[in-house]
C-alpha cells in the first residue's frame, strides 16, 4: 500500500506521551508508525484507524474508542452469553483502534505490553469476532494480502490492490 506523499497529521514524542497518559497505557510501536506513514485516511475507502486527537470526532482514538466501548458495553450487558470480552482498562479488555463503513470495530486486546497485543475483530451488529493472534500491521497485511480471511469483513475489502486515501480534515 502507497503512502501518501505528506501524513495528515503530526505526532510527536510529547504527542504520544500525552495520548498514552490520557489513555493510561503506552501504544503499539506499530500503531504510531502506521500513523507517522500513513496519517488520518481510509484503506480501501472502507477502513479508518483510529488516530489521537483529531478534530473529527469520528475518527477520533479516544473520542470515538469511547463510544465503541460504551456500544460493546451496552451490549455485553444485554447479552452476556454473546459479548464476553471484558473492555480496557481491565487487564486483557478491549480497546478499539480502526472501524470500517460497516460498523464493524477492529480491538486490540490488550494481554501485556503493547508489542505483545493481539487483534480481534466484531462484526457490526452482532456478536460474531474474529481473533488474530498478532499486532495492528501484522493483521492489515495478512488480509490486504489475501493470506488470512477474516468473516466479519466484506469479502470484497481485500479483493482488489490495497489504496490508501488520505482524509482532509477542516483547519
Given at each position: 500500500m502507497t503512502p501518501p506523499i505528506v501524513a495528515?497529521?503530526?505526532?510527536?514524542?510529547?504527542?504520544?506521551k500525552v495520548v498514552e497518559e490520557?489513555?493510561?497505557?503506552?501504544?503499539?510501536?506499530?500503531?504510531k508508525r502506521f500513523l507517522e506513514v500513513f496519517g488520518i485516511g481510509t484503506i480501501n475507502?472502507?477502513?479508518?484507524?483510529?488516530?489521537?486527537?483529531?478534530?473529527?470526532?469520528?475518527?477520533?482514538?479516544?473520542?470515538?474508542?469511547r463510544s465503541e466501548l460504551e456500544a460493546y458495553e451496552t451490549s455485553k450487558?444485554?447479552?452476556?452469553t454473546y459479548y464476553r470480552d471484558d473492555i480496557y482498562?481491565?487487564?486483557?479488555?478491549?480497546?478499539?483502534?480502526?472501524v470500517t463503513d460497516n460498523g464493524e470495530v477492529l480491538y486490540w486486546r490488550t494481554v501485556g505490553s503493547?508489542?505483545?497485543w493481539t487483534v480481534t475483530v466484531y462484526e457490526s451488529r452482532g456478536p460474531k469476532k474474529v481473533d488474530f493472534n498478532g499486532g495492528?500491521?501484522?493483521?492489515?497485511?495478512?488480509?490486504?494480502s489475501g493470506k488470512v480471511g477474516c468473516d466479519v469483513l466484506p469479502q470484497g475489502f481485500s479483493k482488489s490492490p490495497p489504496v490508501f486515501k488520505p482524509i482532509?480534515?477542516?483547519g
Open positions: 495528515q497529521g503530526a505526532w510527536s514524542p510529547d504527542h504520544w490520557q489513555l493510561g497505557t503506552g501504544l503499539p510501536e506499530d500503531y475507502g472502507f477502513l479508518v484507524v483510529l488516530v489521537p486527537r483529531s478534530s473529527n470526532q469520528h475518527v477520533d482514538l479516544l473520542k470515538r474508542g450487558r444485554e447479552f452476556p482498562p481491565i487487564p486483557g479488555g478491549i480497546l478499539p483502534f480502526a503493547p508489542e505483545r495492528m500491521t501484522e493483521f492489515l497485511v495478512a488480509v490486504l482532509k480534515l477542516p
